[in-house]
């Protein structure tokens, strides 16, 4: 399954519906390349591509965008008796998983002197 159709899934937008294919296409390029971004910034060696182990942070950044299309640059919203808030950083929840990916960060281990 493509990130397209996970979006499309979580969004509860029918496969076959390709009306906006092409809006999600760019939201889902934006999140790649915001992430890729990040993990540029925290990294000594640029990476070109991200690995399919944080395709979920893609995927779960793109929902995050496309919930809040019309809305950008708000913090919260009201539409219909429904309120929303969104964290003023998409990747905010994911930094430090991204921060040990690109450093290859392992659990300190311990060291016993005897």
């Keep these: 399954m493509t990130i397209l159709d996970e979006v499309k ?17 760019l ?26 182990s944080v395709n979920y942070i893609i995927r779960d950044v793109s929902v995050k965008r496309y919930n809040k299309l019309n809305s950008e ?6 539409e219909e008796g429904r309120s929303f808030s969104w964290e003023p950083n998409y990747l ?7 921060a040990n990916l690109v450093m290859n960060k392992r659990p300190k281990g311990i060291a016993r002197f005897i």
């Design 9 to 25: 899934l979580l969004k509860g937008i029918p496969k076959e519906d390709t009306i906006q294919d092409d809006l999600l296409n």
């Design 73 to 78: 640059g708000a913090t919260a919203d009201s």
């Design 27 to 52: 939201i889902i390029e934006d999140s790649k390349e915001r992430i890729l971004a990040f993990v540029n910034l925290h990294s000594s060696v640029q990476k070109t591509e991200l690995p399919e």
């Design 92 to 98: 905010s929840e994911y930094e430090e998983i991204l």
